[in-house]
Protein backbone atom coordinates (compact mmCIF):
# COMPACT_ATOMS: atom_id res chain seq x y z
CA UNK A 1 0.00 0.00 0.00
CA UNK A 2 2.65 2.13 0.83
CA UNK A 3 4.91 1.45 -2.09
CA UNK A 4 1.32 2.31 -4.62
CA UNK A 5 1.13 5.45 -2.38
CA UNK A 6 4.82 6.44 -2.81
CA UNK A 7 4.62 5.32 -6.84
CA UNK A 8 1.68 7.64 -7.51
CA UNK A 9 2.97 10.93 -5.67
CA UNK A 10 6.58 10.86 -6.68
CA UNK A 11 5.49 10.24 -10.18
CA UNK A 12 2.68 13.27 -9.81
CA UNK A 13 5.51 15.40 -8.29
CA UNK A 14 8.11 14.55 -11.21
CA UNK A 15 5.82 15.22 -13.62
CA UNK A 16 4.77 18.22 -12.34
CA UNK A 17 8.58 19.18 -11.93
CA UNK A 18 9.07 18.32 -15.56
CA UNK A 19 5.87 20.71 -16.35
CA UNK A 20 7.19 23.55 -14.16
CA UNK A 21 10.32 23.80 -16.67
CA UNK A 22 9.13 22.85 -20.17
CA UNK A 23 5.81 25.08 -19.89
CA UNK A 24 5.59 27.73 -22.34
CA UNK A 25 3.55 30.26 -20.01
CA UNK A 26 5.16 31.29 -16.60
CA UNK A 27 1.72 31.45 -14.97
CA UNK A 28 1.12 27.68 -16.00
CA UNK A 29 4.68 27.07 -14.88
CA UNK A 30 3.76 28.31 -11.71
CA UNK A 31 0.42 26.39 -11.12
CA UNK A 32 2.50 23.18 -12.08
CA UNK A 33 5.05 24.00 -8.67
CA UNK A 34 2.14 24.38 -6.66
CA UNK A 35 1.51 20.54 -8.10
CA UNK A 36 5.28 19.73 -7.11
CA UNK A 37 5.45 21.33 -3.83
CA UNK A 38 1.52 19.37 -2.46
CA UNK A 39 3.56 16.09 -3.93
CA UNK A 40 6.30 17.25 -1.45
CA UNK A 41 4.71 16.90 1.13
CA UNK A 42 2.89 14.41 0.53
CA UNK A 43 6.30 12.04 0.60
CA UNK A 44 6.80 13.87 3.81
CA UNK A 45 3.63 12.44 5.08
CA UNK A 46 4.80 9.27 3.75
CA UNK A 47 7.86 9.75 5.78
CA UNK A 48 6.17 10.68 8.96
CA UNK A 49 7.47 14.39 9.05
CA UNK A 50 3.94 15.75 9.29
CA UNK A 51 5.35 18.80 10.76
CA UNK A 52 7.67 19.51 7.81
CA UNK A 53 4.73 18.48 5.57
CA UNK A 54 2.83 21.00 7.17
CA UNK A 55 5.59 23.69 6.95
CA UNK A 56 6.01 22.87 3.33
CA UNK A 57 2.25 23.74 2.65
CA UNK A 58 2.16 26.80 4.41
CA UNK A 59 6.02 28.26 3.37
CA UNK A 60 6.17 26.64 -0.49
CA UNK A 61 2.69 26.93 -1.54
CA UNK A 62 1.27 29.10 0.70
CA UNK A 63 3.64 32.00 0.39
CA UNK A 64 6.44 31.57 -2.01
CA UNK A 65 4.56 30.43 -4.51
CA UNK A 66 1.60 33.43 -4.21
CA UNK A 67 5.16 35.58 -4.30
CA UNK A 68 5.97 33.78 -7.89
CA UNK A 69 2.82 34.58 -9.34
CA UNK A 70 3.25 38.48 -8.29
CA UNK A 71 5.81 38.36 -9.88
CA UNK A 72 4.98 36.95 -12.87
CA UNK A 73 2.27 39.19 -12.97
CA UNK A 74 3.88 42.54 -12.15
CA UNK A 75 6.79 41.14 -15.33
CA UNK A 76 4.02 40.08 -17.79
CA UNK A 77 4.03 41.67 -21.54
CA UNK A 78 7.52 41.24 -21.86
CA UNK A 79 7.80 38.23 -22.51
CA UNK A 80 5.60 37.60 -25.55
CA UNK A 81 4.16 34.02 -25.19
CA UNK A 82 5.47 33.01 -28.51
CA UNK A 83 9.42 33.71 -27.62
CA UNK A 84 11.68 30.75 -26.99
CA UNK A 85 11.39 29.24 -23.80
CA UNK A 86 15.25 28.32 -23.42
CA UNK A 87 18.37 29.86 -24.35
CA UNK A 88 20.81 28.53 -27.14
CA UNK A 89 22.39 26.24 -24.54
CA UNK A 90 19.41 24.28 -23.36
CA UNK A 91 20.70 20.92 -25.52
CA UNK A 92 24.06 20.92 -23.45
CA UNK A 93 22.21 21.23 -20.25
CA UNK A 94 19.56 18.86 -20.65
CA UNK A 95 22.44 16.48 -21.62
CA UNK A 96 24.76 17.51 -18.26
CA UNK A 97 21.21 17.03 -16.21
CA UNK A 98 20.48 13.47 -17.93
CA UNK A 99 24.14 12.60 -16.63
CA UNK A 100 23.84 14.09 -13.45
CA UNK A 101 20.94 11.84 -13.00
CA UNK A 102 22.84 8.52 -14.17
CA UNK A 103 26.02 9.18 -11.96
CA UNK A 104 23.69 10.17 -9.11
CA UNK A 105 21.33 7.19 -9.38
CA UNK A 106 24.78 4.73 -9.75
CA UNK A 107 26.04 6.16 -6.80
CA UNK A 108 22.68 5.84 -4.75
CA UNK A 109 21.82 2.25 -6.00
CA UNK A 110 25.64 0.91 -5.00
CA UNK A 111 26.25 2.75 -1.87
CA UNK A 112 25.32 0.45 1.28
CA UNK A 113 23.29 3.02 3.43
CA UNK A 114 23.17 2.40 7.32
CA UNK A 115 19.80 2.05 7.09
CA UNK A 116 18.46 1.43 11.06
CA UNK A 117 14.79 1.75 10.67
CA UNK A 118 13.33 2.35 14.01
CA UNK A 119 9.79 3.81 15.00
CA UNK A 120 9.31 7.82 14.86
CA UNK A 121 9.36 8.55 18.37
CA UNK A 122 6.10 9.66 19.90
CA UNK A 123 7.21 13.30 20.96
CA UNK A 124 8.98 13.58 17.83
CA UNK A 125 7.77 17.44 17.26
CA UNK A 126 8.11 18.08 21.02
CA UNK A 127 11.63 16.90 20.50
CA UNK A 128 12.44 19.10 17.35
CA UNK A 129 10.95 22.65 19.22
CA UNK A 130 12.96 21.76 22.37
CA UNK A 131 16.52 21.40 19.91
CA UNK A 132 15.74 24.40 18.38
CA UNK A 133 15.58 26.57 21.66
CA UNK A 134 18.74 24.08 23.05
CA UNK A 135 21.39 22.89 20.97
CA UNK A 136 20.36 24.47 17.63
CA UNK A 137 19.52 28.18 19.25
CA UNK A 138 22.41 30.15 17.44
CA UNK A 139 21.31 28.82 13.89
CA UNK A 140 17.71 29.26 15.18
CA UNK A 141 18.59 32.92 15.58
CA UNK A 142 20.73 33.62 12.93
CA UNK A 143 17.43 32.18 11.00
CA UNK A 144 15.96 34.86 12.25
CA UNK A 145 17.86 37.35 11.57
CA UNK A 146 18.50 36.61 8.03
CA UNK A 147 14.95 36.71 8.00
CA UNK A 148 14.43 40.33 9.28
CA UNK A 149 17.59 40.99 6.40
CA UNK A 150 15.78 39.43 4.00
CA UNK A 151 12.65 41.36 4.34
CA UNK A 152 14.48 44.72 4.63
CA UNK A 153 16.03 44.37 1.58
CA UNK A 154 13.50 43.02 -0.51
CA UNK A 155 11.06 46.01 0.39
CA UNK A 156 14.56 48.56 -0.24
CA UNK A 157 15.24 46.66 -3.60
CA UNK A 158 11.72 46.63 -4.94
CA UNK A 159 10.76 49.92 -3.73
CA UNK A 160 9.93 52.76 -6.36
CA UNK A 161 12.73 54.65 -6.66
CA UNK A 162 11.46 58.70 -6.54
CA UNK A 163 13.59 60.75 -8.85
CA UNK B 1 8.26 -0.17 3.46
CA UNK B 2 10.05 1.74 0.68
CA UNK B 3 13.37 1.46 0.43
CA UNK B 4 15.31 4.22 1.05
CA UNK B 5 17.25 4.23 -1.91
CA UNK B 6 13.71 5.35 -3.54
CA UNK B 7 13.38 8.26 -2.22
CA UNK B 8 17.08 9.21 -2.84
CA UNK B 9 16.52 8.42 -6.82
CA UNK B 10 13.21 11.04 -6.90
CA UNK B 11 15.26 13.28 -4.86
CA UNK B 12 18.26 13.24 -7.46
CA UNK B 13 15.44 13.05 -10.83
CA UNK B 14 13.82 16.15 -9.20
CA UNK B 15 17.25 18.09 -8.81
CA UNK B 16 18.86 17.51 -12.42
CA UNK B 17 14.80 18.71 -13.34
CA UNK B 18 15.51 21.87 -11.41
CA UNK B 19 19.14 22.15 -12.12
CA UNK B 20 17.74 22.17 -15.92
CA UNK B 21 15.37 24.69 -15.73
CA UNK B 22 17.58 26.83 -13.67
CA UNK B 23 20.30 26.55 -16.27
CA UNK B 24 18.47 26.62 -19.09
CA UNK B 25 15.09 28.71 -18.56
CA UNK B 26 15.22 32.13 -20.02
CA UNK B 27 12.98 33.71 -18.26
CA UNK B 28 14.60 34.66 -14.45
CA UNK B 29 11.61 33.56 -12.78
CA UNK B 30 11.79 30.62 -14.40
CA UNK B 31 15.37 30.52 -13.19
CA UNK B 32 13.67 31.10 -9.62
CA UNK B 33 11.64 28.29 -10.20
CA UNK B 34 14.45 25.62 -11.32
CA UNK B 35 16.20 26.68 -8.06
CA UNK B 36 13.00 26.15 -6.02
CA UNK B 37 13.13 22.54 -7.23
CA UNK B 38 16.67 21.88 -6.03
CA UNK B 39 16.48 22.71 -2.87
CA UNK B 40 13.43 20.84 -2.46
CA UNK B 41 15.09 17.74 -3.76
CA UNK B 42 17.52 18.18 -0.97
CA UNK B 43 15.04 18.63 1.30
CA UNK B 44 13.51 15.14 0.11
CA UNK B 45 16.92 13.40 0.98
CA UNK B 46 17.32 15.13 4.60
CA UNK B 47 13.71 13.18 5.31
CA UNK B 48 14.24 10.24 4.08
CA UNK B 49 17.78 10.23 6.09
CA UNK B 50 16.30 11.60 9.03
CA UNK B 51 13.75 8.69 8.87
CA UNK B 52 15.87 5.84 7.82
CA UNK B 53 19.21 6.55 9.53
CA UNK B 54 18.45 8.53 12.55
CA UNK B 55 15.24 8.60 13.59
CA UNK B 56 15.77 9.27 17.14
CA UNK B 57 17.61 12.43 16.70
CA UNK B 58 15.87 15.28 14.75
CA UNK B 59 19.00 16.70 12.99
CA UNK B 60 17.51 15.85 9.72
CA UNK B 61 14.36 17.93 10.43
CA UNK B 62 16.17 20.49 11.98
CA UNK B 63 18.55 20.59 8.70
CA UNK B 64 15.09 20.93 6.57
CA UNK B 65 13.71 23.56 8.48
CA UNK B 66 16.55 25.55 8.14
CA UNK B 67 16.67 24.97 4.06
CA UNK B 68 13.40 26.16 3.94
CA UNK B 69 14.15 29.12 6.04
CA UNK B 70 16.77 30.01 3.70
CA UNK B 71 14.81 29.17 0.65
CA UNK B 72 11.84 31.56 1.75
CA UNK B 73 14.56 34.82 2.23
CA UNK B 74 15.71 33.17 -1.39
CA UNK B 75 12.84 33.83 -2.83
CA UNK B 76 12.02 37.02 -1.04
CA UNK B 77 15.41 38.68 -2.63
CA UNK B 78 15.25 36.90 -5.83
CA UNK B 79 11.80 38.36 -6.97
CA UNK B 80 12.50 42.02 -5.31
CA UNK B 81 15.53 41.97 -7.88
CA UNK B 82 13.44 40.39 -10.57
CA UNK B 83 10.79 43.30 -10.27
CA UNK B 84 13.61 46.16 -9.95
CA UNK B 85 15.53 45.29 -12.91
CA UNK B 86 12.06 44.65 -14.54
CA UNK B 87 11.60 48.57 -13.54
CA UNK B 88 14.50 49.50 -14.99
CA UNK B 89 15.60 47.46 -17.84
CA UNK B 90 11.65 46.69 -19.34
CA UNK B 91 13.02 43.04 -19.34
CA UNK B 92 13.09 39.74 -17.49
CA UNK B 93 15.20 38.09 -19.82
CA UNK B 94 18.52 36.76 -18.35
CA UNK B 95 20.26 36.71 -21.83
CA UNK B 96 19.47 40.42 -22.23
CA UNK B 97 20.47 41.38 -18.19
CA UNK B 98 23.87 41.39 -18.87
CA UNK B 99 25.42 44.53 -17.32
CA UNK B 100 28.24 42.96 -15.51
CA UNK B 101 29.64 40.88 -18.12
CA UNK B 102 33.31 41.68 -18.53
Redesign the interface.
Known amino acids: M??VM?IVL?LV??AA??M??IARS?FR??LW?VL??FG?AG??I????E??AV??VL??VG??ST??I???M??RG??DPD?????D??GV??G???V??VL??AV??RTR?????????AD?IQ??GG??VGS?VI?FEV?SV??V???I???I??R??ES | MVPLTWYLLVAAALFCIGAFGALARRNAVGVLMGIELMLNAVNINLIAFWRYVGVTQMTGQLFAIFVITVAAAEAAVGLALIISIYRQRSTVNVEEIDTMKG
Open positions: QQFSTLALVVMAALTFILFLLHAFIAQIYAILIFAILSVMARRFNQWVAFGALFLAVTWPVALADVPARLDFYPALLVAMGAIIAEQ
